[in-house]
């Protein structure tokens, strides 16, 4: 990220998922998420299709099923790390859910910001500035009033990427210590693969957030992230049961959902 500034990758990810159909929830407000979206897309201009939207369509689907499934299972707590301008503590906001938004400071003040000045309620979400290289996050969110005894569904989504191996094992490991058992934490993890096509999709997503001066820093391989996760005290968890093909294509993109080991 630039010094100082909101992050522009978060910016982009919030334009374009304003093109993908989200997945529905009886409750919450998509209208308020959409509205901050907008404000953030501004002019930025995204492409219509591509391995990075098909990329971006996926992770948005998986991230959204995984919310309503656990909100519809009675999880009341959602924590959403490198939040960033994921709306979906607007779109799936319900009555009695504690929404937990933890974010480096420069982008969570644009957000807060933009929040305020649209008018759109937040009073369900409390904001836990702090960057992963310096902060505490576990004392961050329980000072916040994060319900340590109780389930939580915890979102990292988007961020791995850009994080020393060391400062992602510490976030996870702190996440960790805080997370009732029972809970489960979804994240996006970016994995070098022998597939086709792969290394010339990775060259260019790397081009891509550098130009935005967000280069992307770890590189795993599957083996080096499943030793990190399960260093970091998660275990590979099921997304549940009939779920399996609606999140394949998913699970082959680097998306996983963990259980504490
Ligand atoms: C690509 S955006 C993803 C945002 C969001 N999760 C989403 O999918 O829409 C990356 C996010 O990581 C956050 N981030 C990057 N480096 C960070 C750090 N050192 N500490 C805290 N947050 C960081 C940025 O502020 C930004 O919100």
Request: no cysteine; proline share 7%.
């Given at each position: 990220m630039r010094a100082g500034e909101a992050s522009?990758?978060?910016?982009?990810?919030?334009?374009?998922?304003?093109?993908?159909?989200?997945?529905?929830?009886?409750?919450?407000?998509?209208?308020?998420?959409?509205?901050?979206?907008?404000?953030?897309?501004?002019?930025?201009?995204?492409?219509?299709?591509?391995?990075?939207?098909?990329?971006?369509?996926?992770?948005?689907?998986?991230?959204?099923?995984?919310?309503?499934?656990?909100?519809?299972?009675?999880?009341r707590q959602v924590v959403v790390a490198a939040a960033g301008y994921d709306g979906r503590a607007l779109r799936y906001r319900d009555h009695g859910i504690r929404w937990f938004e933890v974010d480096h400071p420069d982008t969570q003040r644009d957000k807060r910001e933009r929040l305020d000045r649209l008018g759109l309620d937040s009073s369900h979400i409390a904001f836990v500035a702090a960057d992963f290289v310096t902060d505490p996050v576990a004392d961050g969110l329980v000072e916040a009033g994060f319900d340590r005894d109780h389930v939580s569904l915890i979102l990292v989504e988007g961020v791995a990427a850009y994080l020393e191996r060391p400062v992602l094992a510490s976030l996870l490991h702190q996440l960790r210590s805080v997370a009732a058992d029972g809970s489960r934490l979804a994240i996006s993890l970016s994995t070098t693969s022998t597939r086709p096509g792969s290394e010339e999709r990775r060259a260019a997503f790397l081009a891509t957030v550098a130009s935005y001066g967000e280069p992307a820093t770890a590189t795993l391989t599957v083996d080096g992230a499943t030793h990190l996760l399960r260093k970091s005290g998660w275990t590979a968890a099921p997304v549940g049961p009939g779920r399996e093909d609606a999140f394949e294509q998913a699970r082959t993109a680097g998306f996983t959902v963990l259980a504490p080991a």
């Open positions: 522009a990758t978060a910016q982009r990810v919030a334009a374009q998922r304003l093109r993908f159909d989200r997945a529905p929830a009886p409750y919450g407000d998509p209208d308020a998420d959409d509205v901050l979206a907008r404000d953030v897309a501004g002019s930025i201009s995204v492409p219509d299709a591509g391995p990075m939207v098909d990329y971006l369509r996926a992770r948005t689907t998986f991230f959204d099923r995984l919310v309503v499934g656990a909100i519809d299972q009675g999880v």
